[in-house]
């Protein structure tokens, strides 16, 4: 069946750090893919996907790119901030509109 | 106001009890959903609502029942809780008409917890 892998946490960098949080995925045909993310005490917020291959998705300065050749799709941020740490969740839709997570990988961010 | 609230926030509860959550929503989005996150295992789907009567078992159903009392309105209840229920549980919505159709918005979550 479709499922979704993403690295262990805790990933703990210093501020200003470059930031990359593995997903590779399996699934039939083309799924959707998305990064979510959940700050402390808070429900899940989307915060990029991409639908098709090579598509990339962004925002707030986070980065991803549908890469279908190695099935991935892993998180990017150039320089991250103490306000970026919280969970970070891969997840893929594909058909129906049911989504399928990763793990989840916390990320702790230090001045 | 939050567009996804979820009552209560915290519960503490028996061994046997029935338990009931409740998720309501503002967004006017058709479709919502019931999902459970434990640590090391993700959110995990529980049951889908794509409208009013149309409800679905997701991949952890078992001692689990849902009640799509409107469309703004979605339950979940434990009939008869045991300790390895205890998780946060969220619920979600997602607009089927929307060009973001694909995108779920969470409430804060519940966190049960069963002795």
């Known amino acids: 069946g479709d499922s979704v892998t993403q690295m262990e946490g805790p990933v703990t960098l210093s501020e200003e750090a470059f930031l990359t949080i593995n997903c590779t995925y399996t699934a039939t045909g083309y799924p959707s893919l998305f990064w979510y993310v959940q700050y402390p005490g808070e429900g899940l917020q989307l915060l990029l996907k991409?639908?098709?291959?090579?598509d990339k998705g962004s925002n707030k300065g986070f980065e991803a790119t549908y890469r279908k050749e190695t099935t991935s799709f892993h998180l990017e941020k150039g320089s991250v901030q103490v306000s970026d740490s919280a969970v970070y969740f891969c997840a893929l839709r594909r058909g129906t509109d049911k989504l399928i997570f990763g793990t989840g990988t916390r990320l702790q961010v230090f001045p | 106001d939050a567009d996804v609230t979820q009552t209560p926030r915290n519960r503490i509860t028996k061994t046997g009890k029935r338990i009931m959550l409740e998720c309501s929503q503002t967004?006017?989005?058709?479709?919502m959903y019931w999902y459970r996150q434990d640590p090391g295992l993700g959110l995990r789907l529980i049951y889908y609502s794509f409208d009013v009567k149309d409800i679905n078992k997701g991949e952890i159903s078992d001692g689990y029942s849902v009640s799509r009392q409107a469309q703004a309105k979605f339950s979940l209840s434990l009939e008869s809780a045991i300790p390895n229920q205890t998780a946060l549980y969220f619920c979600?919505?997602?607009?089927?008409?929307?060009?973001?159709?694909?995108?779920?918005?969470f409430g804060p979550g519940t966190r049960l917890t069963v002795l």
């Open positions: 967004k006017g989005h058709d479709r």
């Open positions: 991409a639908t098709k291959a090579d």
């Open positions: 979600a919505t997602s607009d089927s008409t929307s060009t973001s159709y694909n995108e779920q918005f």
